[in-house]
């Protein structure tokens, strides 16, 4: 202590230290001068008892209203049993000095110090309000301490680091960081309370009496019992040794505290001082989430309880800053983690009456409030994606479609069907052409009778693409249906020309159905429809005007046998086997491959749809999906999720 500091000379016990500039060497406490030194005497007239607080290893707590300032404060005061030991009485004092010269708004701030009229020593402070975190703790465990969330008490935790912090930096380990020494005062204070054995380091350049216990002194408190409180104590602590107390003392208590929050339960237990030593020397699992893994604990709390508590100094944080910082960077995750939270909420609210007005609706306000909601939800499982709330919303979505096809949908299609004509049109102008170049040559070699059959078959196709044409540069809406109708028509009448080179009922059909099959490849009913009616009257009309007499026939029958008498062109026998041949693989690939198209189109629509689905589903977790777990067991067996 420095004895030119006037704030430490009334004539107080002095306790064990070492003054700036003198020996090194410890000194004791002495006995006789501590009872023959007493406090100053008088001041405790002022303090009117109003009733007890509670009891420490030392003292008594007593509410006191202070008549010369008008208000209430904490009177500690020397416990009947322990006023006879100087070395007891000494403690005290310390007690009151140390905590006195720690100003710091988590440190109570001692008021006076004197002897009352029995002659007890007492100190006077500012009364505490709040509750202890031992008691927020074993109502968290009873689940009646709704108002503490783990967010404010690390909060506070933080706090309790900065108030160890100071002491540290003015030498003073607290050696008994526990729950029951924290208050959570009424408007967010935090408060470490219970100084009475606190270590003064060697330290020159405090303004605090240094006090070096000897080992001996460790085993033993005033109270008969060891120094700090087991459970809490570090293991060099309840080991005894002295020389190796620092800052890492005091951050594993601290440790021991932040498991005590996190998971309602203490670090150590026991059932008595024996198994609480062993498990303190010894070690325990110190990691959280293992011993309470209901408690849905952040790897990032596992991993700084698992440090702050390491049976090794060397293990631990090297200094309660250390182990501060960390808990308020894992805050600062944790508030932005709330604060989307309550973004999510909100977004779901508005998602779930839009889906109420949307499923309840029709017409373009229903699909506003549908569109409303995909956003809405799309948003809330963004900020949090594991919101069940939003999930259920989702899922409610998809599993009712809408009535009414939404317009982007329409649209989308619109694009699609305009595309699938445009390649059904460049298909059909292909097939003109083919045929055409590979009729004409083989009519040339079976020789013409009706040079009109062959300028009307040319003359019919060419105004079909002329057609195509027309319907290629606007390919959907009323434009499909004229353009695409009027192609098909001089189609079919080009086909009903080939009736007179092989009769109505050979060639004709095969070819009819190939042109209404491909004509008919869309969505508009009406022109399928219209297609279909047409095909059937060009068919069934080239055999009518032959049999009406209007043309002369293409068949004879006589004695069971059917003769075709072709009108157009002649039927030399190589000739026209060469050109059945050629008619009958053209009339089989021509089909394969328009039933072939249509297969790419249906798969690559289907793909474009899984995949659309497969992006969506990654996007979400496996809640929304309702995926089931993968075949064969655990996910360990496959190799982790999915996604």
Known sequence: MNDDDPSLKPSLPRVSGSEPGTSDAPTRVDPARAAADPLPAGSALRYRWMRELGKGGMGVVRLCHDAQIGRDVAMKIVRDDLRRSPERLGRFVREARVQGQLEHPSIVPVYDMGVDESGSPYFTMKRVRGVTLSKVIEELRRGTAPGFSRRRLLTAFASLCRALEYAHSRAILHRDIKPANVVLGDFGEVYLLDWGIAKVLRAPDVN???????????????????????????????????????????????????????????????????????????????????????????????????????????GRYPSV???????????????????????????????????????????????????????????????????????????????????????????????????????????????????????????????????????????????????????????????????????????????????RAWGPLFVMPVLLMVFAQGYAATSVVAHQRRVLLTACAVQVGAVAVEVLGLLPRSYSFEGGTLAILPRGITHAQTPTLVALTVFSLFMIAVPMRLSNRLQEMLRAAEQRSMVNAWQLGQLLPNRALGAPPPAGGSRAEGGGEAG
């Open 208 to 314: 605090v009496e240094s006090i070096h216990e000897d080992d001996e002194e460790l085993i033993e408190t005033v109270a008969g019992e060891m120094i700090g409180t087991l459970g809490y104590a570090a293991p060099e602590q309840a080991r005894g040794r002295v020389g190796q107390l620092d800052e890492r003392t005091d951050v594993y208590a601290l440790g021991c505290v932040l498991f005590e929050i996190l998971t309602l339960q203490p670090l150590h237990s026991g059932k008595d001082r024996f198994e609480l030593l062993l498990t303190t020397t010894r070690g325990v699992e110190s990691t959280p989430s293992k011993r309470a893994p209901d408690r849905d604990i952040p790897p990032e709390l596992d991993r700084i309880c698992v440090r702050a508590t390491a049976l090794e100094q060397k």
């Open 321 to 499: 800053r250390a182990l501060r910082e960390e808990v308020e960077s894992f805050l600062d995750g944790d508030r932005n983690m709330e604060m989307r939270r309550d973004l999510a909420a909100e977004h779901t609210a508005r998602a779930e009456a839009a889906v109420r007005e949307a499923l309840h609706g029709k017409g373009p306000a229903a699909e506003q409030a549908r569109r409303q909601a995909l956003r809405e939800v799309g948003r809330a499982l963004a900020l949090d994606p594991d919101n069940e709330r939003a999930l259920s919303t989702l899922e409610q979505v998809f599993t009712a479609p809408p009535s009414e096809v939404p317009s982007d949908v329409a649209a989308q299609l619109q694009v699609a069907e305009r595309q699938r004509h445009r390649q059904q049109i460049r298909d059909a102008v292909k097939a003109d052409l083919l045929g055409m170049g590979i009729a004409l040559p083989f009519a040339l070699w079976m020789g013409i009778r009706d040079w009109a059959f062959v300028i009307g078959v040319v003359a019919l196709t060419a105004v079909s693409l002329v057609f195509k044409g027309l319907a290629y540069r606007r390919p959907g809406g009323r434009a499909l249906e004229v353009h695409g109708y009027f192609a098909f028509l001089f189609n079919a009448l080009a086909v009903a020309m080939v009736a």
